[in-house]
């Protein structure tokens, strides 16, 4: 069966920090995987998007990495700020189709 | 600035109701979709939209449907409103992707609906 799971379900950090935040996904054939930042309240934002053929990639103070070997993928947020407080959703998309899974989602909290 | 909007942010409607929930893309996006958000369970595609009258039922279509009659609108309607479809709803846009599955989907803000 076609799943994403993230972990954890919620995440604490104070303001400065660094955290990782995980992906595990069992989609097959895989071709990408995104990383959505969602503010409460609002729709999804994509973050990055990372290809089979791609090990790590940034977008400012975040950084995704890819293991498509473990099926894996990461999203590390160096030096936190405050504005950082979202949930942030693993995507993928359905094999040869515009339609996508989305993970249950990462709700992070960054206290000053 | 690609912009996906949504007609109401909030919205409140008894038992039985119709209800009608309307989304605009101004990007010229093949693609329109439209989902449900709940605590604990992710974003569920309710229907899905690849052209202009054309419709294919997502994961969760029950006790919906949809509408699409010009490019840039898709219309998600309950047709009696019933309290488990209290949640919040979202829609998205993206360009037909041929099936490389490249393609970002972009979202409008949401409607938070209460069902009483």
């Known amino acids: 069966k076609n799943q994403v799971e993230q972990s954890p379900q919620s995440l604490i950090i104070l303001e400065g920090k660094n955290c990782t935040l995980q992906?595990?996904?069992?989609?097959?054939?895989?071709?990408?995987l995104r990383w959505y930042k969602q503010d409460t309240g609002r729709g999804p934002v994509s973050l990055t998007i990372?290809?089979?053929?791609?090990n790590t990639k940034s977008n400012g103070r975040y950084t995704a990495t890819l293991d498509a070997d473990t099926k894996q993928s990461s999203l590390h947020i160096t030096a936190s700020q405050l504005s950082d407080s979202a949930s942030y959703i693993c995507?993928?998309?359905?094999?040869?189709?515009?339609?996508?899974?989305f993970g249950t989602g990462t709700r992070l909290q960054v206290f000053p | 600035d690609v912009k996906v909007t949504q007609s109401s942010r909030y919205l409140v409607k008894r038992t039985g109701e119709k209800v009608f929930l309307e989304c605009v893309q101004d990007m010229d996006h093949e693609n329109m979709f439209w989902y449900r958000q709940d605590p604990g369970l992710g974003l569920r595609l309710i229907y899905f939209?690849?052209?202009?009258?054309?419709?294919e039922k997502g994961d969760i279509p029950e006790g919906y449907s949809v509408s699409r009659e010009k490019k840039e609108r898709f219309s998600l309607i309950l047709e009696s409103a019933s309290t488990n479809q209290t949640s919040m709803y979202l829609c998205?846009?993206?360009?037909?992707?041929?099936?490389?599955?490249?393609?970002?989907?972009?979202f409008g803000p949401g409607t938070r609906l209460t069902v009483l």
């Open positions: 990372m290809t089979f053929s791609e």
């Open positions: 998205a846009s993206s360009r037909t992707s041929g099936g490389s599955s490249y393609n970002e989907q972009f």
């Open positions: 992906c595990n996904y069992t989609v097959s054939p895989f071709s990408n």
């Open positions: 995507v993928v998309p359905r094999h040869n189709t515009d339609k996508l899974i």
């Open positions: 939209s690849y052209d202009v009258k054309m419709k």
